[in-house]
């Protein structure tokens, strides 16, 4: 038997960028689960096909897959088109992007252009191109995927954290805009999760050699906090619409901080970074 929560998404058109992997692809199974009609990209060559087929046996009603970058307006507007032939979607998640570690001086512009490609212009594809969609229908719940980075940046990370610290301000001001028009809109801002973002990362500069890629990887997995853990905090913020969600401990702790405490918030991320060089070093 079908029960209510296998089926809670029945008859929802959901829409997820960057599904192929990672958070993108546990979201798109959290809603396969659900029943729900998806519409999912990514890039060329990530493996959409097999994802079409594993989506359809987890129980998803429809799946439609697209190579999309979603860094091209182009692109995006033909995904966008192709999707609003069956309607505009209930759900949005704008998740796809790209890791870039290394500070403002050890990275190129090409660097900069790559990351705000995926990380910003891709979040605003998507919200300019399916937003008025979805307010000119009068529902539906846009939910950006951010980081932790989004409320405190780092010196190691300088790039990467000023396009989620963007994806939160835009979060803010789309969610003011349209809840008159009945569309919610958050912004979910994982901490350290264990992804293959790592292994895409690019890393810049004498303190990230790629030889330091294995050691940052290590300690994902070791830490071992899954996508899954950000796909329910995506299903949380559609049922509770906040402004923005943190997910992991580091994650809450650093939100906190900001609020409270800036200067301790700092110390506390400064802390968390020797940690994690410390271990990563005792195991070289």
Sequence with gaps: MTTRRSRQFADQLVVITGAASGIGRATAFAFASG?????????PGEGLASLETELLAAGAKSVHAAAVDVGSREQMANFCELVCRTGPPDVLVNNAGVGLAGGLLAT?????????????WGVVHGCHFFAPKMAARGRGQIVNIASAAGYYNSQAMTAYGTTK?????????????????GVGVSVVCPGFINTNIVGRMRMRGAAYPESERVNVQRFYEQRNF????????VLHAI????????VTPEAWALYAMKRIAPDVGRRLLVTLQGLSERRRGSKR
């Design 35 to 43: 029943a729900a009609d998806l519409f999912v990209c990514d890039l």
């Design 108 to 120: 190129s512009l090409d660097d900069w252009q790559w990351i705000l490609n995926a990380n910003l």
């Design 165 to 181: 610290f963007a994806v939160v301000g835009l979060s803010e001001g789309l969610r003011a805009e349209l809840a008159p028009l």
């Design 226 to 233: 899954g996508p899954e853990r950000v796909a329910s905090a």
């Design 239 to 246: 049922r509770t619409n906040p402004a923005l969600l943190p």
